[in-house]
């Protein structure tokens, strides 16, 4: 049976080199949902980070917003939200969206606004060349045997393995869309992370994520020595030169091959 230990944790240092982007704005058809100016006045109305449900506030050329949107926990695919836009004082609903997680990792808006219902289908992509996989060619029986004898003492220390870069759309998605698809990628982010992230995202107006993978692995000795446990630490940024952080510490996860764990 597989053993994973995933371990999340913020850490304030970096390993190996530091990193560095820039931001290309996108123009969106509803103004209040993607925008390449910044958002000000951002603030949390609620921000329920178990229930999937999210409030917020804030400002954008001179119009005040509110937003209240809630994410189907039974699927993490589908969000509904409600846009309210302030009128001589008082937040008016101006329209509502339903965005859908597909199969194929494209991205459903529906708009409906003054009874008009409008679509459109935006991809969500992610570039990822991932190192070798730790299981390949494990003897899951023989691999067993040789870790009850003699454990982690049969592998290496450490050992930075690749740097890997990616991005994932954020124009035109709303808090709660840009946590879905952060869910998605990036199952492994605490709840808490993943809802501060978005929220982070959506207020700068930024229409990009982007992130960085640091692999460490650990190899058995022998020779050739073969991969059995591996670290990634994940950092988040605003910009493709990935110099800027979205969120300044990075979330480790650890791997072990079957038999090959601590």
Same mark, same amino acid.
């Given at each position: 049976?597989?053993?994973?230990?995933?371990i999340v944790?913020?850490?304030?240092?970096?390993f190996?080199?530091?990193? %560095?982007?820039s931001i290309? %704005?996108?123009e969106s058809?509803?103004?209040n949902?993607s925008s390449?100016?910044e958002?000000?006045?951002?603030?949390?109305v609620v921000?329920?980070d178990?229930?999937?449900?999210?409030e917020?506030t804030y400002?954008?050329e001179?119009?005040s917003?509110r937003i209240?949107?809630s994410i189907?926990?039974?699927t993490m695919k589908?969000?509904?939200?409600?846009?309210?836009v302030?009128?001589?004082?008082?937040?008016?609903l101006? %329209?509502?969206? %339903?965005t859908?997680?597909l199969?194929?990792?494209?991205?459903?808006?529906s708009a409906t606004k003054?009874?008009v219902i409008?679509t459109?289908?935006?991809?969500?992509?992610?570039?990822?060349s991932?190192?070798?996989?730790i299981?390949?060619?494990?003897?899951n029986?023989?691999? !067993?045997?040789?870790?009850l004898?003699a454990?982690n003492?049969?592998?290496?220390?450490?050992?930075?393995q690749?740097?890997t870069r990616?991005?994932n759309?954020?124009?035109k998605?709303?808090v709660?869309a840009?946590v879905v698809?952060?869910n998605?990628y990036?199952?492994?982010?605490?709840v808490k992370?993943?809802t501060?992230?978005s929220?982070?995202y959506?207020?700068?107006?930024?229409?990009t994520?982007y992130w960085q993978?640091q692999?460490y692995y650990r190899?058995?000795?022998?020779?050739?020595?073969?991969?059995?446990a591996?670290r990634?630490?994940?950092?988040f940024?605003?910009d493709?030169?990935?110099? !800027?952080y979205?969120?300044?510490?990075?979330?480790?996860?650890?791997?072990?091959?079957?038999?090959?764990?601590p």
């Amino acid at each position: 049976m597989k053993k994973v230990t995933s371990i999340v944790f913020l850490v304030l240092a970096i390993f190996t080199s530091s990193i %560095s982007t820039s931001i290309s %704005s996108a123009e969106s058809s509803t103004s209040n949902v993607s925008s390449n100016v910044e958002r000000t006045n951002f603030e949390w109305v609620v921000n329920d980070d178990l229930g999937g449900n999210y409030e917020y506030t804030y400002e954008e050329e001179g119009i005040s917003y509110r937003i209240v949107e809630s994410i189907n926990l039974e699927t993490m695919k589908d969000v509904s939200s409600d846009i309210y836009v302030k009128e001589n004082g008082e937040y008016v609903l101006s %329209s509502k969206i %339903s965005t859908k997680l597909l199969d194929d990792n494209n991205v459903l808006i529906s708009a409906t606004k003054d009874g008009v219902i409008t679509t459109e289908t935006i991809p969500v992509e992610s570039v990822d060349s991932s190192p070798p996989n730790i299981n390949e060619g494990v003897n899951n029986t023989s691999s !067993n045997k040789i870790s009850l004898l003699a454990g982690n003492a049969d592998l290496t220390d450490w050992t930075f393995q690749s740097i890997t870069r990616g991005s994932n759309i954020a124009a035109k998605l709303t808090v709660a869309a840009i946590v879905v698809v952060l869910n998605h990628y990036f199952p492994y982010l605490p709840v808490k992370l993943v809802t501060t992230l978005s929220g982070t995202y959506y207020a700068l107006g930024t229409p990009t994520i982007y992130w960085q993978k640091q692999w460490y692995y650990r190899y058995t000795l022998t020779n050739p020595p073969l991969p059995r446990a591996e670290r990634v630490f994940t950092y988040f940024y605003t910009d493709s030169s990935y110099t !800027n952080y979205a969120y300044d510490s990075p979330v480790m996860q650890e791997t072990y091959a079957p038999g090959w764990g601590p």
